[in-house]
């Protein structure tokens, strides 16, 4: 079974900063894509970013330039450094993994943290 443990959540002032990290643990496959989503209240959960196992990255519009991602492979460990937070980026995040073998494909969810900007 995997487990994904995530922290770093809190309540900050808008135009601060927050690192969330998520380590994952069990039987995780090398070639992955981690990422990060968030959902607000009353709102679908999206994608803010994602990192390849190569590296590659994907971010949300709405947090280029603020946010960034990063991962530690060998300790399957994704990171997300969110700068010059916003009001508008309170929501709970959720760390996810993707992995595929072959044609069999996996997804797994962190149990969310919630990121509060106040303004």
């Known amino acids: 079974q995997v487990q994904l443990v995530e922290s770093g959540g809190g309540l900050v002032q808008a135009g601060g900063s927050l690192r969330l990290s998520c380590a994952a643990s069990?039987?995780?496959?090398?070639?992955?894509?981690m990422g990060w989503y968030r959902q607000a209240t009353g709102r679908q959960r999206d994608l803010v970013a994602d990192?390849?196992?190569?590296?590659?990255?994907s971010y949300a519009d709405s947090v280029k330039g603020r946010f960034t991602i990063s991962r530690d492979n060998a300790k399957n460990t994704v990171y997300l450094q969110m700068n010059s937070l916003k009001p508008e980026d309170t929501a709970v995040y959720y760390c996810?993994?993707?992995?595929?073998?072959?044609?069999?494909?996996?997804?797994?969810w962190g149990q969310g943290t919630q990121v509060t900007v106040s303004s």
């Open positions: 996810n993994v993707r992995t595929a073998v072959g044609p069999l494909k996996y997804s797994y």
């Open positions: 990192i390849t196992s190569g590296g590659s990255t």
């Open positions: 069990g039987r995780i496959f090398s070639s992955n894509t």
